[in-house]
């Protein structure tokens, strides 16, 4: 896929339908340097922020390259440092960031959407979940079904059909429904194939927070085109509850990794190439620093101001 076979349509409001919209910022895709230009806006009447233009779900995988992150970051490493592991679960366990954090659910039917290269969905298939995926990625999906043996189906959301099995008990989507095109149709579709005691969890980036104002264009979590969304608590709630569902609880994310990452962006846009890219790949391997900052990404989270949101809802 090149960046000349990309197909371009004028976006509206998914909520209100119009169009009428304040232009915030215009922004690239800093991940890959790679060619297009993109204007953030937010709608007049619902304040949803959005990206206009935006490719179609047919063209857009020119922004999807094999080394995107989430594809590398969810492969099961095959050789496991038994002590790295435990050390790290039992550090995780004190300095908890809330990432991957699912209500208290006895195993059933779990479906994930956007399930990358798997490695979420094969934990939870060892502990007893009956597992189903949904990845665009044909890289990625071919790797949770050959390496992981994982039942993934590779294609849209919007072109998947129900997994086989009566109804699912829970729906994840790990920064997944910022990329959608249309969330409320497929909350609609993920809604159908739910019961009443489904829950549906899923993370995002948090557009509330200070960070999208101070760093707008440079802000990691942009990400123009691939989220074609940018939602804050208040918008998301309004896009589920159209999409059938209700938000019950929102938990902010103990992390600041995306302000490094974000003031790595700026770094390089000022010449600083080789620092500027140690702290955008330092969302991918944080290591000890994570945890030396864990105490200021706790208060953030207490203010609701860190970047990442994760959302628990159930049938309205």
């Not at 204007?39 to 922020?49: F, G, K, M, P």
């Not at 189906?153 to 129900?162: C, D, Q, W």
Request: charged content about 20%.
């Amino acid at each position: 896929m090149n960046y000349n076979k990309i197909i371009l349509k004028k976006t509206s409001c998914i909520v209100c339908k119009k169009i009428n919209s304040k232009k915030l910022f215009n922004a690239k895709y800093l991940l890959f340097n790679l060619k297009g230009n993109y204007t953030v806006v937010r709608c007049n009447y619902c304040n949803l922020i959005r990206t206009d233009p935006m490719p179609t779900i047919s063209s857009i995988k020119y922004y999807y390259p094999e080394n995107y992150a989430p594809y590398l970051d969810t492969k099961i490493k095959k050789k496991i440092n038994i002590f790295k592991m435990y050390a790290k679960r039992i550090i995780n366990y004190f300095f908890d960031a809330r990432g991957e954090f699912l209500p208290n659910l006895p195993p059933g039917n779990i479906l994930d959407i956007g399930c990358a290269s798997g490695s979420f969905l094969y934990e939870m298939k060892k502990k007893g979940w009956n597992a189903f995926g949904i990845e665009p990625s044909k890289y990625a999906a071919d790797y949770a079904k050959k390496e992981l043996n994982l039942n993934v189906y590779n294609g849209s959301i919007e072109n998947a059909k129900k997994p086989k099995c009566k109804t699912l008990d829970l729906i994840v989507g790990w920064m997944t429904i910022e990329h959608l095109h249309n969330p409320i149709l497929v909350l609609k579709k993920l809604r159908s194939w739910s019961n009443k005691s489904t829950y549906l969890v899923l993370s995002l980036p948090n557009a509330g927070s200070f960070e999208f104002n101070l760093f707008k264009k440079y802000w990691y979590a942009l990400q123009v085109p691939t989220h074609a969304h940018h939602f804050t608590s208040k918008t998301i709630k309004k896009v589920l509850k159209i999409g059938g569902w209700n938000a019950e609880r929102i938990i902010y994310q103990r992390s600041i990794s995306n302000i490094i990452a974000s003031l790595g962006h700026i770094l390089q846009f000022y010449g600083f190439k080789k620092i500027g890219r140690r702290l955008i790949d330092y969302t991918s391997n944080p290591g000890l620093f994570n945890y030396f900052f864990y105490p200021l990404s706790y208060i953030l989270a207490l203010f609701r101001q860190t970047v990442r949101m994760t959302i628990w809802a159930k049938i309205n």
